[in-house]
């Protein structure tokens, strides 16, 4: 069994910064992919941010130049630097990592999510 846990969330006002982390535990062998997505009330969910084993990464167009995604391999963890929060960027943001769980086989998780709110 694997699981991700997210910390990090919460209020800020609009121009702030937050840090979320997300760490695995679990039977974990390796870990491919990690990514941050996000949900907001009535919008579909949607990638953020993604990184991959090597350190390769991709953001949201509506993202870019604001926030950055890192990861600690030693760790199982996966980080989301958000600096410059706008109202918009409120939502729910839920950790995703492809697992690897035995050899050849991965399969993937997600976290329960944490609320962060860009309110004046």
């Known amino acids: 069994q694997v699981q991700l846990v997210e910390s990090g969330g919460g209020v800020v006002q609009p121009g702030g910064s937050l840090r979320l982390s997300c760490a695995a535990s679990?039977?974990?062998?390796?870990?491919?992919?990690m990514g941050w997505y996000r949900q907001a009330p009535g919008k579909q969910r949607e990638l953020v941010a993604r990184?991959?084993?090597?350190?390769?990464?991709n953001y949201a167009d509506s993202v870019k130049g604001r926030f950055t995604i890192s990861r600690e391999n030693a760790k199982n963890t996966v980080y989301l630097q958000m600096n410059s929060l706008k109202p918009e960027d409120t939502a729910v943001y839920s950790c995703?990592?492809?697992?690897?769980?035995?050899?050849?086989?991965?399969?993937?998780?997600w976290g329960q999510g944490t609320q962060v709110t860009v309110s004046s």
């Open positions: 990184v991959t084993k090597g350190g390769s990464t």
């Open positions: 679990g039977r974990i062998l390796g870990i491919n992919a």
């Open positions: 995703n990592a492809d697992v690897v769980i035995r050899l050849g086989v991965d399969q993937n998780y």
